[in-house]
């Protein structure tokens, strides 16, 4: 396409092409992102009594979920992201066989940050998709549900698609958690699990 127009195009017009393909190919620059630096801290978060719908179309309460004395591995999502959310949810689902039979002893949750069209039978075929397991639950809701939960955790971009990938691990009810910022990997994940003999 790129060469049948350098051919047929010349001067202006050819300028206004280039300019109207650089155009769009910025306009889909967050699907050609580099991926950010791999930070790790700590930080304590208050979970807000905000109501969610599970991918189960249970309606529960994030603070629940988050308290059910589990170790916690929370991240957010969008079922059409084409970047991040499939490479964080790819990590969850390697972390399920690498937890093997301690699988059920944690609780992975994804939030999703674009609840106006994650409906639970969207997120259910996501969730399926990426093979979770029962331990590994899809949240949808609100807009302003889903924002309330995202700003909690620090994890509020404004829109969908500048967002960034973030997981957090929780070891213990009322514990410090565990912040990744950037692509954390499965292993990384599991050995913050294992950091204080949560999970064996």
């Known amino acids: 396409m790129v060469a049948v127009l350098s051919v047929a195009l010349s001067g202006p017009q050819l300028a206004a092409a280039d300019t109207g ?14 991926a950010p630096e791999v930070t790790r801290s700590t930080a304590r978060y208050s979970a807000p009594d905000v109501k969610l719908v599970r991918d189960d179309g249970a309606k529960v309460t ?7 004395g589990r170790p916690v591995v ?5 079922t059409t992201c084409t970047t991040v959310c499939p490479l964080t949810s790819q990590t969850l689902s390697e972390l399920q ?19 106006e ?8 075929e996501y969730a399926h998709r990426f093979g979770a ?41 009322g514990g410090t958690w565990v912040r990744i910022d950037g692509f954390a990997s499965s292993d ?13």
């Open 117 to 124: 069209h994650d409906t639970p039978p969207r997120l259910r």
């Open 97 to 115: 066989g690498k937890l093997g039979a301690a699988r059920d002893s944690v609780h992975l949750m994804s939030i999703s940050i674009d609840p």
């Open 21 to 34: 393909m650089q155009d769009m190919a910025d306009m889909h620059a967050h699907h050609h992102m580099v």
């Open 74 to 78: 929370l991240s957010f999502i969008y």
């Open 133 to 173: 397991g029962p331990e590994w639950q899809h949240y949808t809701g609100t807009l302003a549900a889903s924002t309330t939960a995202q700003q909690a955790f620090a994890v509020y971009r404004g829109d969908k698609m500048n967002h960034t990938p973030t997981t957090l691990v929780r070891t213990a009810p």
């Open 188 to 200: 990384q994940i599991l050995a913050e699990l294992h950091g204080v003999g949560s999970v064996k």
């Open 62 to 68: 994030l603070r629940d979920e988050l308290e059910d």
